[in-house]
T-cell receptor
Framework: SAVISQKPSRDICQRGTSLTIQCQVD?????MFWYRQQPGQSLTLIAT?????????ESGFVIDKFPISRPNLTFSTLTVSNMSPEDSSIYLC????????????FGPGTRLLVL | GENVEQHPSTLSVQEGDSAVIKCTYS??????FPWYKQELGKGPQLIID?????GEKKDQRIAVTLNKTAKHFSLHITETQPEDSAVYFC???????????FGSGTRLQVQP
């Protein structure tokens, strides 16, 4: 399985500001995803990070609020823009390794609190 | 789109007993069903998965069964230990997509 790291591991932010979360993988992967996990809840897919093209967003998530970059096959960023307290969540990246056949591995998550 | 329902939401067992968590899915074309364990403060960890061409899969104390006709799959943990205490999530793929749809989670508490 791939080794995935996320930065920062946690942060406390003021409303109206933006935070960029980084996801780094120790090997090249085909697919990278970003999920949100609200307190005590399940995981909801935000978007699929596509290398070399724009991310594919799920219903209810828009690029202006959650811009995503994927400059290469081992790295992606998610920005949470113009934050409000409702954005307080755990943000998780996941990867599907080459020949992974839908198998996904998750990073440790970024715990965000917006005041 | 795919909808995954998971039961129970909480489960308390005595150490050494078995635990069973059940999920149902809506998209009959789904073909991949993983289970994740999430400990406090950590990301989800893949513990076992099953594909639609298999009815059962076992890995030591953990097993998963799949009934494609009824569109449900279950996680079985035998000889539970306190370190099995965590939140467990089931998930399923959607047709033509690689991203996962998750169940609502089950908080398992193993009492020593």
């Amino acid at each position: 399985s791939a080794v995935i790291s996320q930065k920062p591991s946690r942060d406390i932010c003021q409303r109206g500001t933006s935070l960029t979360i980084q996801c780094q993988v120790d090997s090249q992967v085909t697919m990278m995803f970003w999920y949100r996990q609200q307190p005590g809840q399940s995981l909801t897919l935000i978007a699929t990070a596509n290398q070399g093209s724009e991310a594919t967003y799920e219903s209810g998530f828009v690029i202006d609020k959650f811009p995503i970059s994927r400059p290469n096959l081992t790295f992606s960023t998610l920005t949470v823009s113009n934050m409000s307290p409702e954005d307080s969540s755990i943000y998780l990246c996941s990867v599907e390794p080459p020949q992974g056949r839908e198998t996904q591995y998750f990073g440790p998550g970024t715990r965000l609190l917006v005041l | 789109g795919e909808n995954v329902e998971q039961h129970p939401s909480t489960l308390s067992v005595q150490e050494g007993d078995s635990a069973v968590i059940k999920c149902t899915y809506s998209d009959s074309a789904s073909n991949y069903f993983p289970w994740y364990k999430q400990e406090l403060g950590k990301g989800p960890q893949l513990i076992i998965d099953i594909r639609s061409n298999v009815g059962e899969k076992k890995d030591q104390r953990i097993a998963v069964t799949l009934n494609k006709t009824a569109k449900h799959f279950s996680l079985h943990i035998t000889e539970t230990q306190p370190e099995d205490s965590a939140v467990y999530f089931c998930a399923a793929t959607e047709t033509g997509r690689r991203a996962l749809t998750f169940g609502s989670g089950t908080r398992l508490q193993v009492q020593p």
